[in-house]
């Protein structure tokens, strides 16, 4: 028989503070469910107006990769600097690149 | 009594009714400071309190300079006595468990939420203006409440309990809520705001769903009727003023 579960499910939250950013990963909050989860994440992440939307995930449904496959995982790009667009003269108007 | 002053007193006096009210239950939420279940409800009770004081804290100064007499927020707030308080009884109450703290913020943030939407209209612009902002932090309390009510509500064979004892000892109290007085006559003659009687229907309509789903039945109403936005206040409420006023009782004017 399995020992029911002591702690509730960890969240991983992740913040968008303005329209038209990303969101980031800002941190976790434990709830029991979804809805909680926002609820929390909304309670402890935003609380100085750092936010315009949440999103929570389940920290178990995420894929990570496997630290101890770093080698053939980053390594490779390592000396492939010609992958980043830094070899064109971009026009003024293009701000944030 | 002049016609002029009477209104004057009872606009003062309606003010002081909701100030007091966030003022207070804000005064007992922030006890959980540091108690609270779990680390995230922690935070979310003190939320919701620092919610209240602040809105107490505009609330406090619009009705001090109202009043004329110089006084301002803090010496509204921590040089009053007690029968001099307005807030309705129950958020001087105990918390109690968590259950209990919850489901009182659950009966008075419908009750609020139904207030600043009759106050956004009022004859009085800057309680209009309160009122707008106070409904979204009002709205997000209501909604906090209500998710854990049903789910404790509806939970556990124990959280049921609790919150069914919950349910019947804080009832009563929500019949202050509602019941007449001379000031929301005048304040309802004036436009300043709504009498709080015409509240109840849309408050009931707003509660009863969510107590169903929550699987707890509310008591029958009985002739029990509490008096605290009459100055007339329960025995905790000296206990809770002393704790909140000690530092300007004991430090007059001080200041950090």
Redesign the interface.
Known sequence: MTEPARQ?PLWEVFIRSRNGLDHKHCGS????DA??AL??AR??YT?RMEGVSIWVVRADQIVASDPDAKPEMFDPAEDKIYRHPTFYTLPDEVNHM | MTAATQTHTAHLDYLLRIADTSLILGQRLSEWCGHGP????D??LT?IALDLIGQARLLLTHAGALEGRGRDEDQLAFLRREPEFRNLTIVELPNGDFGRTILRNFLVSAWQRELWQALAKSSDGELAAIAAKSLKETRYHL??AA?WVV?LGDGTEESHKRMQAALDLLWPYTAEFFSPSPTDDVAAATSVGPAWSALQESWVAAVTPVLEVATLKAPARTPFLTRGKFGVHSEHFGHLLTEMQYLQRTYPGGTW
């Open positions: 509730w909050v434990h709830a029991p809805k909680m609820q929390n309670d402890v609380r | 779990v680390i995230e409800e935070i979310a939320n909604q906090h998710d789910r």
